[in-house]
């Protein structure tokens, strides 16, 4: 492997495991790191492959979540912190570092978590048609299902279409370290 790529590769897995805080089912190394290696992100980062469709990316990432909670029995159901796990690496991986296939950083989900909640609901306080979907649960833990993870994604692509972004690009309005 390339050094950069091997550079990105565990700069994403770190990003990934330091993502998990105090209420993630899984947090430590030794549970992450294997749990990312049963993801076949190589469908996904590989450039040989050619463009990325969304529909390719979105087909991947439902395989990729069901890989992630079938890794470890401790993320059972828990579709809300596997994406997070998914969603990190890859926003590190692909949107920070650039690697990927052709097209992957219009594709990418935010990882979601109260500091984006807190953003969205601030800045687009006023768009009900929004905020209905992007804030149909509001703990990680409650994304419980793929269905109501895409329900969040859903609410989450009209905001970044209202912010004329895409859709990764709506954690411009994430809320933490004194980010207010």
């Known amino acids: 492997m390339p ?80 994406a997070k796990i998914v969603n990190v690496y890859l926003k590190t991986y692909c949107y920070i570092g650039d690697g990927g296939r052709e097209g992957i950083r219009e594709c990418l989900h935010p990882p979601i978590d109260s500091g984006l909640w807190k953003g969205v609901s601030r800045r687009l306080s006023g768009k009900k048609d929004i905020l209905i979907d992007s804030h149909a649960v509001t703990t990680i833990k409650s994304i419980n299902s793929h269905e109501t993870y895409l329900k969040l994604i859903s609410g989450f692509r009209k905001a970044s279409k209202a912010l004329d972004c895409t859709l990764i690009e709506i954690e411009q309005l994430w809320e933490g370290a004194g980010n207010v």
């Open 3 to 82: 050094a950069r790529e091997q550079i990105l590769k565990s700069y994403a897995e770190w990003t990934a495991l330091s993502a998990l805080r105090s209420g993630a089912p899984i947090k430590s190394k030794d549970d992450v790191y294997p749990l990312i290696a049963k993801i076949k992100f190589s469908e996904v980062l590989d450039r040989s492959k050619g463009k990325i469709t969304s529909e390719e990316f979105e087909a991947w990432h439902k395989n990729a979540l069901e890989s992630a909670i079938n890794a470890n029995s401790k993320l059972k159901n828990q579709y809300g912190w596997a």
